[in-house]
């Protein structure tokens, strides 16, 4: 309820139809559509897009309030934003990944996270309003 309260304060139509399922999950189906552990950005941004899409979630957290470690990240997300105003480079940022990653780099995450992590940004801005 509190992630539809600050995700939907502004769409009474979509708080009341989620809000209103909350309590139906054994009444309909008996099941939700996606089990999402932990309230981190991650969690949070996968269980905003599933009710986005009409879905139905339940959030598991072991902390007494929603926000995972996110809650303590001072210095920001790994991504890279060439379009942000700063001098952001989408090679100096696949570089530093790998260098970073050692043995473990895996070159096709690595290139998933480098294309697409300026247009995840720009959706946590807009969507949910983290200040980045």
């Not at 509190?2 to 502004?10: D, R, S, V």
């Not at 995972?68 to 210095?75: E, I, L, Q, R, Y």
């Not at 998933?112 to 959706?123: D, H, I, P, R």
């Amino acid at each position: 309820l509190m992630i539809l309260a600050k995700h939907y304060g502004t769409d009474l139509d979509k708080f009341l139809l989620h809000s209103h399922n909350i309590g139906n999950f054994a009444e309909e189906s008996g099941e939700p559509d996606a089990i999402v552990i932990g309230s981190g950005l991650a969690g949070l941004s996968a269980t905003l897009n599933i009710l986005d899409r009409g879905g139905k979630v339940i959030v598991v957290e072991k902390e007494h309030r929603l926000g995972g470690n996110s809650n303590k990240a001072s210095s920001g997300i790994n991504a890279c934003c060439p379009t942000n105003g700063t001098q952001d480079f989408v090679e100096a940022f696949r570089n530093d990944t790998i260098r970073s990653a050692g043995d473990a780099a895996r070159l096709p995450l690595i290139n998933t996270l480098v294309e697409n992590s300026g247009a995840a940004v720009e959706w946590l801005k807009d969507r949910v309003g983290v200040d980045l």
